[in-house]
């Protein structure tokens, strides 16, 4: 079981995108050159599935071997990023959580940001550490109960919370958060495996092979 982002997002009602907040992220299962695309491809899909979390909404959205976890509490929304075997009740206790620390700390101010924060908040870089069990998340749950009051919204992949006549490919590419590198990576990503699986040369019949 692994947590390998957590992120605090201003949602506004209106078309714009959302602000980052807080960005605490833990990268080092992946490979070293990955980690700078991993990064951004973070920011770039927890901006994308937080604009798109209605306000009062718990929604999440399954990538593969990983679930992109949302909740949007009137404007004020935390995103996680789980592996499959994180438990879904426990994650949203965690961002329950992560809300009301938010809001403990800082109050309001967050209505007034421009512009996405750099500066690191503490508790969510703790959070990150602590929260990798499951468990120390389900002792949240004796004293959280509005959990049951939300239906989860869950969305089997992120193009099917996108908007009708969205498209992720459009997205990536207007995208600030992703470099042009990151761009290449995600099609490649993408593409590549579902060429090799469809693809069979003419000149193998090896039967064994499968081909």
Not at 86 to 107: A, H, I, M, T
Not at 202 to 208: E, Q, V, Y
Request: proline share 4%; hydrophobic share 35%; with cysteine.
């Amino acid at each position: 079981m692994k947590i390998t982002a957590l992120l605090v997002l201003k949602c506004d009602s209106d078309s714009s995108d959302p602000i980052i907040l807080a960005n605490a992220s833990d990268v080092t299962h992946f490979g070293y050159f990955q980690r700078p695309s991993i990064r951004q491809f973070i920011v770039f899909v927890g901006r994308t599935v937080a604009k798109r979390t209605p306000s009062g909404q718990r929604q999440s959205v399954q990538h593969e071997e990983y679930k992109v976890h949302a909740y949007n509490r009137n404007g004020l929304c935390a995103v996680g990023f789980m592996d499959d075997h994180y438990p879904v009740r426990s994650s949203f206790s965690l961002l329950n959580q992560v809300v009301d620390e938010y809001q403990k700390n800082f109050g309001e101010s967050w209505r007034t940001a421009q512009t996405d924060s750099t500066e690191t908040w503490q508790y969510l870089n703790d959070a990150l550490v602590r929260f990798q069990d499951p468990a120390e998340a389900d002792k949240l749950l004796k004293i959280q109960r509005d959990l049951d009051e939300t239906k989860i919204v869950l969305h089997k992949t992120i193009d099917s919370v996108l908007a009708r006549g969205e498209k992720l490919d459009s997205l990536v590419e207007k995208s600030s958060d992703l470099s042009a590198a990151s761009q290449v990576n995600m099609y490649l990503v993408n593409c590549i495996p579902y060429a090799f699986q469809s693809y069979k040369p003419s000149h193998i019949t090896n039967p064994k092979l499968g081909l």
